[in-house]
Nanobody, 122 residues
Framework: QVQLVESGGGSVQAGGSLRLSCVAS????????MGWFRQPPGKEREEVAT????????FYSDSVKGRFTISQDKAKNTVYLQMNSLKVEDSGMYYC???????????????WGQGTQVTVSS
């Protein structure tokens, strides 16, 4: 069972930056892919970005392309999400997840962290 711990959320003004981190308890088949998903207030969870840890392929939702960058540090079993040019609509609870399939879709991720809050103000 993979344990995921997120950190790095907070409050920032529009146009600012934040970096989220997610540490996985182990590197197994259940963490071949890791990613970030978010749930804005009053809305359903949506995809943000994922990374295939074997070959570092990355996937991004259209809403964050060019502004967010997902990366990994294999030695630390950690995945990062660098968020630049933040917008008010980027606000929400951000969840780290891991799974066996390299994809952008939340249905392919079976392990989830507790989430970290990101609030972007105008």
């Amino acid at each position: 069972q993979v344990q995921l711990v997120e950190s790095g959320g907070g409050s920032v003004q529009a146009g600012g930056s934040l970096r989220l981190s997610c540490v996985a308890s182990e590197y197994t088949a259940n963490s071949y892919s890791m990613g970030w998903f978010r749930q804005p207030p009053g809305k359903e969870r949506e995809e943000v970005a994922t990374i295939c840890r074997v070959n570092a392929d990355t996937f991004y939702s259209d809403s964050v392309k060019g502004r967010f960058t997902i990366s990994q540090d294999k030695a630390k079993n950690t995945v990062y999400l660098q968020m630049n040019s933040l917008k008010v609509e980027d606000s929400g609870m951000y969840y780290c997840a891991s799974g066996r399939v390299c994809s952008l879709w939340s249905r392919d991720f079976g392990y989830w962290g507790q989430g970290t809050q990101v609030t972007v103000s105008s």
